[in-house]
Structures are given as C-alpha cells and as structure tokens.
C-alpha cells in the first residue's frame, strides 16, 4: 500500500515539474506582449489625413481660429494631454513604446513615428514590421487625441448637424449623437488565456447593461454637457456640447458620481457602550461602474476612532475595485465596483472606553488613480519625472462625536444629488413625457433616479433606511 503511494506522489511530482518547466519555456513565447484582445476599431490607426478645402491646418490650434470655445475646454481635457500625460508616459516606457498604445492615445497616423505593417505572428503586436513614417508631425502628436481624430475624414469635416454653413466641407455622422464615437477606444475585450470578467479598460458592458442606457442615455450627456451658443465664430446659436470629458483626474465629478451617507446604527440599549455605524457608498450618478476603465483604480473606504489628543485608536478600510493577478496569467479574482445606482454598505463597531470625552469616528472617501506602491514603482524604474500631478483625492469626510452627551443627531433626511445633462430629445422613452421614472430594485426600494426631461436634470434620492431594532 506505502509502495503505491509513494509511487503515485513521485508520478505527481515529476508531472507538475514536466509542467513547470514547459511552462517556462514556452510561455513567454505565447503570452502576448499586451494585454488585451485587438478589435478591428484600435488595431490601426486613423490613416493619414489631408487638410481639407478651406482651412489652413488640422491640428487643433488650426481650428482654434474659428472655435475657440471648443478649443479652449479641449485644452484642459485628459483628450488633450493624452500623449503628454506623465502617468501614460511613464507606463509606455514600461511596455517599451510599443505601437499598438498610441492608436488610441494618438490616433491619427499623421501623429505616429511609425507605419506599423504585417505582425509576424497573427495577434502578436510586438512582431509587427515598423518602417518610418515620412509624413510623421511630431508637435501633432503632442496634441494626443486632437479635434481631428474624431472629426476629420478624406478631406471632410464631421459632425452632430445636417445645416452648417462652414468655410469647409461638413457632412452628418450618426457616430456624433451615439456612444459608436467613444466605444472605439472606451472598450477593450480580452484575449484568450485572460480571465477577465469583462475586458480590462470595458465601460461600454457596465453602461449598456445599466438603468442610465436603458432610459436612453448617451456617453455625451454627462461627459459633455449641453450648451446652447455658437459653434463657431460668426455661425448661429445652436444645440451644442461643452469638450469636457471630465472623469477620474476631476474631484468635483467623482463627488457628482458619489453619494456617502454615515448612519449611527447603535440599538439605543447600547448607546454610551458601543458604537456601530454603516457607511453607505452609492454609485448614484455614474452611467456605469465606479470606478471605470483603467484597473488600477479603486476607491477605499476608512474608518478612524480618535481621542481628544488626536491619537488613533482604531481604523479600519475597505476597498473597491477589481483585483487582477498579472501573472503568470491574467486572472480577475473579484470585482466589487457598485453599477449605476447600486450601492455598498460598511459596516464599523466599537466598543467604547470609560473615557469618552473627545471620542471622535471620522469616516472618509478615498479615490485612488493607482497605488503607492505602483507610484513609486514607476518613479524608481520607468521615470516618471512629474511628481506633482496627484493621484488620489479625498472625496468626502464626515467626523462624528462618539461622547454620547455631545453626539450628533441621528440622519434622518434624504440625500439628494443631482446632475444637469442634456434635454435627452435623442431618447424614445423620453419624447412622450416629462419626467422618467426608474427605481432600482434592492428590496429595500431605498434609490431611486428620477430624470426631468423638461429641464434636462436628473436627480436621484437616497431614503436611509431606519434604525434597526
Ligand atoms: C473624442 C472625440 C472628439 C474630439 C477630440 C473633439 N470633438 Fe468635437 N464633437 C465630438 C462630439 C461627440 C460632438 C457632438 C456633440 C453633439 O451631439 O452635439 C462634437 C461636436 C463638435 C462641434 C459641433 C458643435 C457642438 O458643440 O456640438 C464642433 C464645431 C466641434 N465638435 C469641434 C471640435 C474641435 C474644434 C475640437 C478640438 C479642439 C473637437 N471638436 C474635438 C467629439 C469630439
Ligand atoms: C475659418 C473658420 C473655421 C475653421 C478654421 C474651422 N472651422 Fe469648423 N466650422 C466653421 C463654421 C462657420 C462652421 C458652421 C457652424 C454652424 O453652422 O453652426 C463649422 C462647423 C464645424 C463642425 C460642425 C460640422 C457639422 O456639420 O456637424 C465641426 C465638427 C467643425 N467645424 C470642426 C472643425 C475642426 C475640427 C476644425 C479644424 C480642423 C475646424 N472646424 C476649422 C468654421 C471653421
Ligand atoms: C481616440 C480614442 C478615444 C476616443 C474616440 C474617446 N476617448 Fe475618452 N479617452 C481616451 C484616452 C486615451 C483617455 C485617457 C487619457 C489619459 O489619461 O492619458 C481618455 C479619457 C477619457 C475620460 C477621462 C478619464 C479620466 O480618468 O479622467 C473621459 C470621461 C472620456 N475619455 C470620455 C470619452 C467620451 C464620452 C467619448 C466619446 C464622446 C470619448 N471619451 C472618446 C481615448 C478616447
Ligand atoms: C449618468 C452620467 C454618466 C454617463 C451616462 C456616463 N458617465 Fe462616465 N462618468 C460619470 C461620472 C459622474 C464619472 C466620475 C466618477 C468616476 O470617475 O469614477 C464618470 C467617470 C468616467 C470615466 C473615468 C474613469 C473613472 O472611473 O475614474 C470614464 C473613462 C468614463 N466615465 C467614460 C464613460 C463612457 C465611455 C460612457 C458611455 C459608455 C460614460 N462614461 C457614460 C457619469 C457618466
Ligand atoms: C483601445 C484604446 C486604448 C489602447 C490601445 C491603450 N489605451 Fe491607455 N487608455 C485608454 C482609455 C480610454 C483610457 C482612460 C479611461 C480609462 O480608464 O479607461 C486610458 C488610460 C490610460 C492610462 C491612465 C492615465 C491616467 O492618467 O490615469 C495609462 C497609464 C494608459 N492608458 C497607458 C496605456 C499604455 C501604456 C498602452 C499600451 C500598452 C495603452 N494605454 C493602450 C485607451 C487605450
């Protein structure tokens, strides 16, 4: 009996080794250079483009002479500083310049230093065959995603409208009124041999999915915001959009997304020997998870008890995000990021001491662009050299006393946020009436987002749930 089983533990072991070692023969030559699946929408870039009849250049500053408005707001957007951006580039260096980031975060070919030709092996983008790219405009790259990725194309300029009177030719591309134009580069899928839920930068399956797409929302509506005024020098007043894109690198529009309500949850018999609250965190007005996109951010959640000398006593934090093993395989092993309009409830107890004078539990929002660790990691090895720009922002902090004699009353009204996007005249549902209903059913029917179409806003209301017994 011992004979057979060591003979079938020896077998086990020389199969995993066979296995081991396999594996690190062959797998670096499998794994792909990148890390995500290519879809035809970002495998090449935008191919090269022509200045069209009628003005002097396509870069951005060329088109400032007529829409300076627009130019301006696209000047302090991410759009723009895609390609200088400290943090893309620092993280290039890490991939090695490979060509296939710069198709959405330069998209244009007359931005790439390179042509990029046949890939060796089908799929495999570091075997591709570059050859210098002559017409190649090294200060059009420095301006990233430039108004001309999405609007120039064969010597036309392209747009929301049907009637523009320009000094360039125009012409109507449905792309403009729906998400087509920003799913090209807001949606990755993964590859084989990657375990992701959904791909790694993918808003477009958390949207679609969500309550906001189904009442016939658009990306545009809160990314960019409805404005009436002239869409160039001396043309009409119109419908028109602000180029914002504000999102993750904005404080102010992660508080729009985030509603954090602390509630004192001590049963009244304990109340002066515990303490127990619940932070709740709602996602009431992202049109998709928070966060999105990039895996990298997260949000933590931090409870902290403090006596009257400021010394920490306890604190406890929580995370969320999505967890993803890089290696050997690409594995997602949780996601918690909250949809749109749904919610995650914290829990924090503590016992209290005989001393509860200046007792204090302060409960705190965190938004993190990456971790600290992987900051200085890209310091120390890829050279980020810009050490200003921050990346994590404190979104909300409430501080409660814990004294019994001095605490806070209970909360007891109803948060209620609101965000102002455009009349949704683009969405079916929304013709017919003034104001749309949708309620997200969590059995405890505590959300709800109701949307004004006559005045464009859209609020949506938290009922905190009472005490319990
Ligand atoms: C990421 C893609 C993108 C970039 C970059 C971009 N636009 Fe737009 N632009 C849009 C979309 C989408 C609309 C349609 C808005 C709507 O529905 O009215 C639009 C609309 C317009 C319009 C019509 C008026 C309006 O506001 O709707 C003008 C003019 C315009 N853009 C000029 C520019 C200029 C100039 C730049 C560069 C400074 C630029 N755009 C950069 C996507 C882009
Ligand atoms: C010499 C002035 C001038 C320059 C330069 C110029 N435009 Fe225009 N553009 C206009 C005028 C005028 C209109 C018409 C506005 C209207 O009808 O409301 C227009 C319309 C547009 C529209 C709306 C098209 C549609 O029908 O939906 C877009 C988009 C646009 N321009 C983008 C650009 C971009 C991008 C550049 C730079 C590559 C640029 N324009 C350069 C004057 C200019
Ligand atoms: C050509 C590719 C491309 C297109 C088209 C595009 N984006 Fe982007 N977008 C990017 C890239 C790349 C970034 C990140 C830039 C960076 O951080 O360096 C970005 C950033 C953003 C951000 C800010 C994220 C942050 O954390 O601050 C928002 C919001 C956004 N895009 C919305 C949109 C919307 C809405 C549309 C459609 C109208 C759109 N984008 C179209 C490539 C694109
Ligand atoms: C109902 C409004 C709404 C709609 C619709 C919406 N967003 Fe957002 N989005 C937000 C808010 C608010 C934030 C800020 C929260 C945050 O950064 O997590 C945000 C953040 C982002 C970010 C920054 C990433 C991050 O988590 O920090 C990106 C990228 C983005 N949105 C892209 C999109 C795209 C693409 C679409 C369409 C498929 C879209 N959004 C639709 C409201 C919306
Ligand atoms: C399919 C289009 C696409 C490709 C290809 C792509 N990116 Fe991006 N990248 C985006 C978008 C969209 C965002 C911002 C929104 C988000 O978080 O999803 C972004 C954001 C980033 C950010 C975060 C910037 C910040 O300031 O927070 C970094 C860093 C980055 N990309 C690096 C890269 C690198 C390196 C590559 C190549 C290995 C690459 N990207 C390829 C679309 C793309």
Redesign the pocket.
């Known amino acids: 009996m011992v004979k057979i089983k060591n003979k079938i533990i020896a077998g086990v072991a020389v199969v995993i080794l066979l296995l081991a070692g396999l594996y690190f023969i062959v797998y670096p030559r499998v794994r792909s250079h990148i890390i995500f699946g290519l879809r035809e929408d ?1 495998r090449s870039a ?1 191919p090269y483009q022509a200045v069209p009849a009628g003005i002097d250049g396509i870069r951005s500053k060329d088109c400032a002479k007529c829409h300076q408005e627009i130019y301006d707001e696209w000047k302090t ?3 723009s ?3 200088v ?1 400290p ?2 580039q620092a993280y290039w260096n890490k991939d090695k310049h490979i060509w296939i980031c710069l ?3 330069t ?1 244009l070919v007359n931005q790439q230093p390179n042509l990029v030709g046949v890939m060796e092996k089908p799929g495999r983008v570091e075997t591709a065959l570059l050859t210098p790219n002559p017409r190649y405009d090294t200060d059009f790259q420095q301006e ?2 430039t108004c001309a ?2 609007h120039v194309r064969n010597g036309v300029i392209e747009g929301p409208y049907a009637d523009s009177k320009a000094p360039h030719p125009t012409r109507f591309n449905e792309r ?1 009124t729906t ?1 087509k ?6 949606q990755v899928p993964s590859d084989k041999f990657q375990f992701y839920n959904i791909g790694p930068c993918a ?1 477009f399956p958390e949207f679609e999915t969500g309550p906001y797409a189904k009442q016939g929302f ?3 509506d ?3 915001p409805r404005v009436e005024r002239r869409a160039a020098k001396d043309g009409p007043v119109r419908h028109a959009r602000r180029h ?7 404080p102010t ?1 992660i508080r729009t997304a985030i509603d954090a309500i602390l509630t004192d949850r001590t049963p009244t018999e304990k109340i002066g020997r515990e303490a127990n609250y619940t932070l709740t965190f709602y996602n009431a007005l992202a049109g998709h998870k928070v ?1 999105t ?2 895996p990298d ?1 997260y949000f933590t959640i931090e409870f902290e008890v403090k006596d009257k000398t400021g010394r920490v006593l306890k604190s406890q934090s929580h995370t969320i995000g999505r967890w993803i093993i890089w290696q050997p395989v690409i594995l997602e092993v949780y996601d918690n990021r909250p949809m749109p309009l749904d919610y995650l409830d914290y829990n924090f107890s503590y016992r209290l001491p005989e001393d509860q004078e200046g007792l204090t539990l302060t409960a705190r929002v965190r938004y993190h ?1 990456l971790t600290r660790r992987a900051h200085q990691r890209l310091i120390d090895k890829y050279n980020l050299t810009d050490l200003n720009t921050p990346y994590e922002f404190t979104i909300t902090e409430e501080t409660v006393s814990l004294n019994p004699r001095t605490r806070s009353v209970e909360r007891t009204t109803d948060s209620v946020k609101s965000i102002q996007v455009a009349s949704l005249n683009h969405s079916p549902q929304c013709q017919n009436g003034s104001t749309a209903l949708t309620k997200l059913k969590q059995g405890e029917n505590r959300h709800e987002s109701v949307t004004n179409i006559s005045t464009g806003s859209v609020t949506t209301t938290f009922q905190p749930r009472s005490v319990d017994p």
Not at 181 to 186: A, D, E, M, S, V
């Open positions: 970002f935008v957007s991410i759009h500083h895609s390609y951006d943090f893309f198709n959405c975060h998209p990233g995603i990725a999405c403009f998400t134009i920003c799913f090209t580069c807001h808003t658009i990306c545009q809160c990314h960019m914002l894109w504000r999102g993750g690198h904005d529009m966060p996109g990039d951010r662009i």
